[in-house]
C-alpha cells in the first residue's frame, strides 16, 4: 500500500462521511420544517393531512 493510495483513499471517505453529514442535516432541517408546520397547522385547528 503506497502513501498516494493510503491518502486518495482518506480523501474519497471523508468526502462521502461530509456529503452524508449535509444530508444528514438537510434532513433534519426538513423535518424541523414540517413539525413546525404542523404544529402551527394544529394551533389553528387546520386538519392535518
Do not use: K
Not at 31 to 38: A, C, D, G, K, R
Amino acid at each position: 500500500m503506497n502513501l498516494f493510495g493510503t491518502s486518495w483513499l482518506l480523501d474519497r471517505f471523508s468526502y462521502w462521511f461530509h456529503q452524508d453529514l449535509r444530508l444528514t442535516n438537510l434532513d433534519m432541517t426538513f423535518t424541523l420544517l414540517v413539525e413546525n408546520q404542523i404544529e402551527r397547522e394544529s394551533t389553528y385547528s387546520f386538519p392535518v393531512a
